[in-house]
């Protein structure tokens, strides 16, 4: 009997608790073996209580389960850094496998934790921590092992892509609907991880590293939130055929070197991943052999997460029965370059407030065209109070070229304001 030791009785805690529980006979069929949830923890033991668990089962002391030799498995579901760091780094210790959702702590310390479960020849297995219950890692080290990956394009937060995803059918302001994401349970009391890209940010740190076998952490990812995006922005983007979405990129250049981003932008109405809306997830990956490929479906939620836990659990419980491990451990054997977004190419958007008067469009082209920066698209619409709103994309460009341009302009008496820049992507692909 492989035995599980739980930390966490929460949202994806109870999920697991109800996976184990109700699909327990085709579960220990496909690992070879029983599975036993043998302990859980958490703070509150009565919401442990709550989940139909044993007493006997419950505890409050992390000492239980790290000390219980029969325990093969910690799932580890209290998210955060510490406690959870050292929990996890006590049962490796321990000799146990452990499985975890918490993106938080991989984008930030997988390096020690990968190198811990090697000195301690235990599995640490993930697949939860990026896009809940799409299968993404897994496949990414496994399925895809034998392509050179090229790309990973992600919608990786569901509460940003619900916001610009009812931005975009109501026409309503980003505060108006992130104040009903709250009341409606979507986004947390404190949005700002979601909002501001630091969780998608996190994902596509995990991500990269394991697509170009390369340690990216989450301070090595670029990252711009929504807050700014406003209806007429989705509403031009919408005329000149785009969709606006938080995507969380990662490439890999032909040289090795890797760029990793999270920001808003102007992605083709023909793109598969523009049509990914709600709460959804997806990942649009392409491979030199396989091509291109997209994983879509639920990225948070009690089930739909617990189905990955559930899964890596199978996993490493195959493992046990076959007496292996570290069988898939850690990829990042590469030390690749990080560009940084200044040294990026692509295309923007750029909204502009200026004065609506004979040789000022000439005077804006002319700064761009003196940094090295092509127009593709330039029009303008009449606001009103000798001011004309300027809607300029441009053609691929360098980051800093369109930073160059951007300072000189801000500084002109003719420029009221530049209202927002975002970036465009896809567009280089056939559609
Ligand atoms: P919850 O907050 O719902 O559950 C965590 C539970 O652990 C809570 O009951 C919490 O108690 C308890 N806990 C926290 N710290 C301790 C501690 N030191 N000792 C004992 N118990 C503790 O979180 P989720 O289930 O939503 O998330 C769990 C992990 O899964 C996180 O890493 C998260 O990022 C990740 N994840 C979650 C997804 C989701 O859809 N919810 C999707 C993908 C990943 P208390 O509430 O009192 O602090
Ligand atoms: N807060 C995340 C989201 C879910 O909105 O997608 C957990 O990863």
């Given at each position: 009997m492989i035995k599980v030791g739980l930390l966490g009785c929460g949202t994806v805690g109870s999920g697991v608790v109800e996976l184990l529980k109700n699909n327990a006979e085709i579960i220990s069929r496909r690992t070879g073996d029983i599975i036993e949830l043998k302990k859980v923890l958490d703070k509150d033991l009565d919401k442990c209580r709550a989940l139909g668990i044993d007493e006997a089962k419950?505890?409050?002391?992390?000492e239980d389960i790290l000390q219980?030799?029969?325990?093969?498995i910690v799932v580890e579901?209290?998210?955060?850094?510490e406690p959870a760091l050292t929990m996890i780094t006590r049962a490796m210790q321990q000799g146990k496998h452990i499985v975890t959702a918490n993106k938080d702590l991989i984008a930030e310390k997988g390096k020690e934790l990968f190198d811990m479960a090697k000195a301690n020849q235990v599995d640490f297995y993930f697949e939860?921590?990026?896009?809940?219950?799409?299968?993404?890692i897994y496949p990414l080290k496994q399925?895809?092992?034998g392509n050179q990956i090229k790309e990973v394009i992600g919608i990786l937060n569901g509460t940003t892509n619900y916001i610009l995803s009812k931005m975009s059918e109501e026409g309503r302001p980003f505060e108006e609907i992130l104040a009903e994401a709250q009341e409606l349970g979507?986004?947390?009391?404190?949005?700002t991880s979601d909002v501001e890209g630091l969780d998608a940010g996190r994902k596509i740190a995990i991500l990269s590293s394991i697509a170009f076998n390369s340690r990216v952490t989450f301070d090595d990812v670029y990252i711009e939130g929504i807050?700014?995006?406003?209806p007429s922005d989705i509403e031009y983007a919408r005329d000149l055929g785009y969709v606006i979405k938080l995507l969380a990129v990662a490439k890999q250049g032909d040289d090795g070197s890797i760029q990793a981003r999270v920001h808003p932008a102007f992605l083709?109405?023909?793109?598969?991943?523009?049509?990914?809306?709600?709460?959804y997830n997806a990942v649009f990956i392409t491979g030199d052999a396989v091509g291109e490929i997209m994983h879509y479906g639920r990225g948070a939620g009690k089930l739909p997460t617990a189905s990955s836990v559930v899964g890596d659990i199978i996993d490493i419980g195959r493992n046990i029965v076959h007496h292996i491990?570290?069988?898939?451990?850690?990829?990042?054997y590469e030390d690749k370059k990080i560009l940084d977004v200044s040294q990026l190419r692509a295309q923007f958007y750029i909204r502009m407030t200026v004065?609506?008067?004979?040789g000022v469009l000439a005077g804006i082209a002319g700064v761009f065209g003196s940094n090295n920066v092509s127009l593709a698209t330039v029009f303008q619409t009449t606001h009103g109070g000798g001011m004309a709103e300027l809607i300029l994309i441009t053609h691929e460009v360098e980051e800093q070229d369109l930073n160059d341009s951007l300072a000189v302009l801000r500084g002109m008496?003719?420029?009221?304001?530049?209202d927002n820049v975002i970036r465009l992507e896809g567009t280089n692909r056939d559609l």
């Open positions: 419950i505890t409050g002391d992390f219980d030799d029969e325990i093969d579901l209290i998210g955060g850094i939860a921590s990026v896009a809940g219950g799409i299968p993404i399925s895809l092992a979507y986004a947390e009391a404190d949005p807050s700014k995006i406003t083709p109405k023909k793109h598969p991943l523009a049509a990914v809306n709600g709460v491990s570290g069988r898939i451990s850690c990829t990042c004065k609506d008067r004979p008496h003719i420029v009221g304001n530049i």
